[in-house]
């Protein structure tokens, strides 16, 4: 029987909310392990001068614990 453990993350990008969600990804994989999944809860952007010039992204990595 295996314990998960889920944490949030936010990563931004100024590409693409694609490109958040993978640097998100890449930056959890480095510091946890056993990460077996994500999903994202929530999507914002940062608008200056009528643009958008920021994606981000906040979302929950499940990990397996240790034994």
């Known amino acids: 029987m295996s314990v998960a453990r889920v944490t ?3 990563a931004s990008s100024k590409k ?3 490109d958040a969600l993978k640097t998100g ?3 959890a994989t480095k510091t ?3 990460v ?3 999903w ?3 999507q914002k952007v940062v608008i200056k001068d009528g643009k ?3 994606y981000r992204v906040n979302m ?3 990990f397996i614990l240790a034994e």
């Open 60 to 62: 929950k990595v499940t």
């Open 25 to 27: 990804v890449d930056r």
């Open 52 to 54: 958008i010039v920021e």
């Open 8 to 10: 949030e993350i936010t």
């Open 40 to 42: 994202i809860q929530d």
């Open 16 to 18: 693409s909310f694609d």
């Open 32 to 34: 946890l392990k056993n």
């Open 36 to 38: 077996e999944g994500a």
